[in-house]
């Protein structure tokens, strides 16, 4: 884990406290005012300064969350291949990436950004902390690209659109494609085209469907959609930057999607059942309510399951009521009900 007080020791220009604040309130405008005018944070290199402040450190564990979601044999395929971070800004995903893989041998980076100044502030990051590492910095994808490769989009998927990632996603022919964005209801409507177009192109999903030939079935929710939300606890410096400019880091809604190229099967225990966490409903003195998303009948269908805390250990419970939205449940089925279906957690 990289530390705060790492990551802004690094950052140029330094900024004050308040010439902090007064930027991170000009991107907010940015990116949800004045979103026509999205590009030009990029060229402003107290703005760039400001961004990776306060996006970077909050964004990155977002990548290890969806890592540590995958299964081991998938997590070393992606650690061997060669990772291309497509948008990179200051290097988060990237920085996530070197991080997370630390004991893994011979990594190869690329970052791609058009702005000169973000890959500046995001070759200072990974030179300093990684510098053993071979890195490569481009403002735009080389024509021919050989070789095992994932293909990351970091929060710049919903910035360039569907059919440009489309045409990005095309050249690279990637063997693995990582979606990490926000989580918003415009950004799914993006996604869940990808999701079709992925699976119509011969990719298996590995994050978060379960079943990518069914339908999301978030869709017919006409004020709700598929997202997972982070839950944080920041170093107090950051707490008090969020506090400030009035942004709350500590709940963070996040979309995520992982693919691979041809089939998949995966490793878990047959005996067991798989869901993927939606929503909490009610946690109360005998146990947890919550809806998930599952596989029935080859469909992927939303069901409430309750956990009842006389089978879980203090642990267990004290987990359970941290866990992030978006998770992956194991369980048993002890019995089923009209309206839900009551489980036993699986280690």
Known sequence: MIEISTIWNLICPRLTESELVKNLNELSMQFTVRRGDLDRYTQDEK??????AFYLPTNMPKFKFLMDQLEPKIREQISQSHFWDFGSGPGTFSLAYLDYFSRADDLKVTLVDSSKLMLSQARLFLSSLFPKRMVKYLDKLPKEIQGKKTLL????????????????????????????????????????????????????????????????????????WCHGVMRMVHDPDLERLSQLIKKDRRNMPFIAHVYQKGSWQSD????????????????????????????????????????????????????????????????????????????????
Do not use: W
């Open 47 to 52: 703005l760039v300064a400001a961004y990776s």
């Open 153 to 224: 989009f970091g929060h710049s998927f919903n910035e360039i659109g569907y059919q440009r990632a489309i045409e990005i996603i095309r050249q690279v022919d990637p063997d693995y494609l990582i979606m990490i964005e926000p989580g918003t209801k415009e950004v799914f409507s993006y996604i869940n085209d990808l999701r079709i177009y992925m699976r119509e192109h011969g990719y298996a999903c590995l994050y978060p469907c379960l079943n990518l030939h069914s339908d999301c079935p978030m869709t017919s929710r006409l004020s709700d």
């Open 268 to 347: 878990s225990d047959k005996g067991t059942e798989q869901a993927r966490l939606v929503r909490f409903l009610n946690n109360s003195k005998f146990g947890f309510e919550v809806e998930v998303c599952l596989c029935k009948e080859n469909d992927l269908v939303i069901e409430k399951i309750q956990l009842l805390k006389k089978d879980m250990t203090k642990e267990e419970i004290k987990k359970f009521e941290n866990i992030n939205v978006g998770s992956k449940l194991t369980f048993t089925v002890i019995k089923k009900f009209d309206d839900f279906i009551r489980v036993k957690l699986s280690c």
